[in-house]
């Protein structure tokens, strides 16, 4: 089975623009959990989406948004960037996200330069 | 609230020797413990997982993690590390309410020959 693919792998972005990324599960797996990761603040979770639902929210503003398409694939979005947005992005599938202690697979994240 | 801690931000050994990598959790519920390593430039790869049953969890690689409840502990061994071995590790834990991982700080694990 193919693995998580996330697209693109890196960006460069000026403060104020919108920048939106894009995940692929593994096939069958309708999941998909979005995580931030820096250097400062480590890995974070942003939001989980299941069959087309956002599931769970992080504490993150607004400006960050997610959704998810019948195809499990995924898309976050990030508006009037800042310099702290700059991160890798790392998207997860799981097969759901009601059994406790589901395995989340990792794609090779996006990442995101903002000047 | 679930927690994880991570002792050492940085741990060094030498190729051949015991790789010891600290992990202590706080849950108030039975936790579901993760430990996942991340390559340069890589996402995060699963190592292996403790859900329940058998406490010893062995993983891939030659990794193994031992669950002790008594001492809220999930610490991460390896008895010979490979210089293939220098990457990131991460320790997590699932949070039932949230559906999601929460990580610890991560330890960098560095081989030298």
């Known amino acids: 089975k193919a693995g998580v693919t996330q697209t693109p792998r890196y960006l460069i972005k000026t403060r104020g623009q919108q920048v939106t990324l894009s995940c692929s599960p593994i096939?069958?797996?309708?999941?998909v959990s979005w995580y931030q990761q820096t250097p400062g603040q480590g890995l974070q979770f942003l939001f989980e989406?299941?069959?087309?639902?956002?599931?769970n929210k992080g504490n993150f503003p607004g400006r960050f948004s997610g959704r998810q398409f019948s195809n499990s694939r995924s898309e976050m979005n990030v508006s009037t960037l800042e310099l702290g947005d700059s991160a890798l992005y790392l998207c997860?599938?799981?097969?759901?996200?009601?059994?406790?202690?589901?395995?989340?697979?990792f794609g090779p994240g996006t990442r995101l330069l903002v000047l | 609230a679930q927690s994880v801690t991570q002792l050492g931000s940085h741990v060094s050994v030498s190729e051949g020797a015991l790789v010891l990598l600290r992990c202590n959790y706080s849950?108030?519920?039975?936790?579901?413990l993760f430990w996942y390593v991340q390559y340069p430039n890589q996402g995060l790869q699963l190592l292996l997982k403790?859900?329940?049953?058998?406490?010893l969890v062995k993983g891939i690689n030659g990794f193994e993690a031992e669950f002790k409840k008594s001492e809220t502990s999930f610490h991460l061994t390896k008895p010979s590390a490979h210089m293939s071995d220098a990457a990131e590790y991460f320790c997590?834990?699932?949070?039932?309410?949230?559906?999601?991982?929460?990580f610890g700080q991560g330890t960098e694990l560095s081989v030298k020959p």
């Open positions: 989406y299941f069959s087309e639902t956002q599931r």
């Open positions: 403790y859900t329940t049953g058998a406490t």
């Open positions: 997590a834990v699932f949070n039932n309410q949230g559906g999601k991982l929460i």
């Open positions: 849950s108030s519920v039975p936790p579901y």
């Open positions: 096939s069958g797996h309708r999941s």
């Open positions: 997860a599938s799981s097969s759901t996200w009601d059994r406790v202690g589901e395995t989340q697979y």
